[in-house]
């Protein structure tokens, strides 16, 4: 029989390897002894700044119990980015991709009931042939997952292949319901052995087998009337025990998750679930957390999915790679419909990085392929950021027909900028196409997103659209009275998603993700006051604090009744009247101030009470919503708290004071010429524009910013990166800029207006 034996304790490791290559000089008396899940950038990671990006060195005596087995696997659950293992001084292989499972054959190597010296260098340098070359997101280092040592049989079910089982479940119904379970099993050690399988349903009852022998060991089951994998309405997962009998009489055995359902998706009317409408509304999610980074347990990841049953989603965006195998089986069996996807953030005209996105991208989907939760394999995210190619459309096409190929019964997706066109090829090569968008914050006003959707629907009525990304920053301990975009506060971002939410909300935008569920980490960025981190999360990095936008989701989708008085943190008030909002689920809700009614209304998710009184000291105020209720202290000061206000330490440029009488933006930024206003991609493809750009800012020359962020113009940049520059300088090289003519104009729309 299969043992799995975990190998996450005991482990030395070393930030500087002194050696590579056999014979090892590594001295575990010099090393740090760690335990698995570990990573070496759990703080520079997410502090800001740079951070430890390289190879780094873990040892550990590997003992095989003997009899265990007659084979052995080392098994990897994750290691970021790319690994090269040793056993004694045997090069076991080497793993490119930092999210997937991969396994390593020791047979050969090891001694069974003796000890082996195990040495696993992991490396995650910026590689230009491994995903992703860059994004909005720490590359946490290390072995952040689980290590097992695998014993089995002479005779079992492929252990190197792709990572999985080596038993593939394709479910599918057909169209008079019945189930129709499709078993493709690879084996080693036995070509013509029997191979016995027993579907299990929900209940844990047999309720269908199959055995084969001879020259093939897969398979087909069918099952009459199924129970259905409904999402939140009724998960249903059944199980199929895979057994393999050697010629010795030794067996393997393999138990793996499944659910019958069908879907697809309307251009016009969305996603539907078993022939009913399901509007996909969800949130992104990153695996990182505070002070852990990538290397996070199991207690975690329930915590995240008790977060996210809490909010009431139905979807989830596992962004932007593969995500530990557990949190798909979570949500298998919680309800909620997953899109799953490769790290492709930047495509250049690379074969190199095409053959490792191919990688990926195999791996991800046999690895997930009994997934029922699992509807989206998703191919690219923002690839464009830069631009387009022709190249880049091919590439895309390579990795549609691969995903198609190896399995044509989900949807494929991307995820493009608002730069992408609506008549660009990059929405018409997968099956479904995303935006990530940002009105309101980055660009353009909030209210844009409706003009957004009805054009594109507009000029590809038979592409279904989704909104793959929005939100905005919050500083939950930032807050204003009257809310503006830039100020970083709790306040903005409820007022963001009250305005942008229902927008978005329309039948048929099959899919909305909120970006981001929780704030995570993101080295390159300064801002609101937070170093290293994205902080567009509905909940805080470390999990503790929900922000108002979180209970604003709650109100909309959860079932179980709650009421949530917002600004809860503004607890010093400088004013004798204060406007006081609400959400709940509940159809009325009644205010007391200081025990004595106040006011009570009837409404849907958001209530809002005006000329709330505030006396000197503290003020106690209660919300009562059906049977739920909700507290709030606020104490009236003599003078505003400033540490409530994000005081920006790069201020943004006054563009106001660079007009002259009867100038307009036009003046200041022609659109027949360069300016601040042009992309960096544009300014840094035109080489007078480009030595401007280095003459007066040599301190961008090194700047991340410049990298990932080709489509925000220069202005953004200026604004928003923690870089210090003189507003007389910016000044002159935008006139400067100016002097340069275009060919046509070509530049992206100013966002100027809404800084």
Known sequence: ?????????????????TSFEPPFTQDTQQMQPVCLPHTWNAEDGQGGGTYLRGCCVYSRVLCVPQG?????????????????????????????GGYSTFRFDITDVCTPGGEDRLTVFVDNSEFTDVCPLSGDFSIFGGLYRDVN??????????????????????????ENGDARLSIETYLVGGDAAAVRYEVFSPEGQAVASAKTGGDSPDAVITLKNPALWDGL???ALYSCVARVTGPDGSCDEVSISFGWRRFEVDPQKGFFLNGNSVPLRGVARHQDRQDCGNATARQQLDEDMAILRELG??????SHYQHPQYFYDLCDREGLVVWAEIPMLAMPDDESLLENACAQLTELI?????????????LQNEIAIAGETFAMYRNVERLQSLAKKLDPTRLTTSSNLNSVKNNSPLNHITDVVAYNIYFGWYYGKMEEYADFLDKFQQDNPNVALGVSEYGVDANPYFHADDPRVKDYSEEFQALFHETVYPILNRPSVWGT??????????????EGGTKGRNCKGLVSYDRSLRKDSFYY???????????HINSRRYAQRAADSMTVRIYTNQPHVTLEVEGAFFAEQDGQTVFVFENVPLHAGENTVTAHAGSCTDTVTWTRVDAPNLDYTYVDPNPGFNVKNWFTPGQGEGDLFPEDRFSLMDSIGDLMDNPQAAELIETYLPQLKNNAAMKVAKMFSLFEILNHMSSSFDEDTVQELNQKLTELHKEKPGRRESSLLSI
Request: net charge neutral.
């Open 149 to 174: 040592l695998i014993c089995v049989p002479q005779t079992h079910f492929d252990l190197l292949y792709y990572g999985t089982q080596g038993v593939l479940l394709s479910p599918q119904l057909e």
């Open 233 to 235: 309405k009724g998960p």
């Open 513 to 526: 993700f909120v970006w981001n569920l929780f704030d995570f980490g993101s080295a390159l960025r300064n």
């Open 366 to 378: 046999l690895q997930n392929l009994h997934h029922p939760c699992v509807c989206f394999w998703g």
């Open 313 to 318: 989603a139905n979807a989830v965006r596992l």
């Open 68 to 96: 265990a087995g007659a084979r052995f696997y080392l098994e990897f659950q994750g290691a970021n980015s790319v690994c090269r293992a040793y056993l004694n001084e045997h090069f076991l292989g080497e793993h490119r």
């Open 1 to 17: 029989m299969r043992t799995i034996l975990s190998l996450n304790n005991d482990w030395f490791f070393s930030a500087s390897p």
């Open 553 to 563: 989701y709650k109100a909309q989708w959860a079932s179980e009744p709650f009421v």
